[in-house]
């Protein structure tokens, strides 16, 4: 075989190698992400069903009720547009309160109540993660808006 020749299939060789690695990097990323929704997406039903997603908002006031065995507790996320009811067993990070901003992580299970294996809240009294601040304000704008719209038809 020539120089010419080896040069080339070390050449083929490598990018070959590269691909390969390119496609196990991005096959474990996409295994592993996990998308935010907003309560409103959940309702809409964009959230997916057979994967695990973020739901992120508020804790609704007067929502949370803690279960005899004490680590059980349930209670509703919202974006003051609409709710959904959540339910994690478990230690409730020691931030979390009613009316504070919280991420959960988990799935939708039966009657649409979400199972939530991690919960997250925020960790200060001015930080809220950016993706509950834009669903919160994307979900008061579109209240907004379907509120004058409902003026304006009657």
């Known amino acids: 075989m020539k120089r010419r020749h080896k040069r080339l299939a070390f050449i083929v060789g490598g990018l070959a190698g590269v691909a390969i ?12 992400m996990v998308f935010f929704f ?27 009720n803690r279960e005899d065995d004490g680590l059980t507790v349930n209670f509703v996320v919202t974006d003051n ?19 504070q901003g919280v991420v959960t992580q988990g799935r939708i299970g039966a009657g649409g109540v979400f199972q939530a294996e991690e919960v997250l809240a ?10 509950v601040a834009e669903a919160l304000e994307k979900a008061e704008q579109a209240n907004a808006q379907s509120v004058s719209q409902t003026r304006v038809t009657q």
């Open 21 to 32: 690695a390119a496609g196990l990097v991005l096959n474990a990323f996409k295994g592993n």
């Open 38 to 64: 907003s309560p409103t997406q959940v309702v809409a039903k964009e959230a997916p069903v057979d994967r695990p997603f973020r739901l992120g908002g508020l804790v609704k006031e007067g929502s949370v």
């Open 81 to 99: 547009a609409e709710d959904i009811p959540v339910i994690f067993t478990g230690i409730l990070p020691d931030l979390f309160r009613e009316g």
């Open 122 to 131: 925020k960790h200060d009294e001015t930080y809220m993660p950016p993706e």
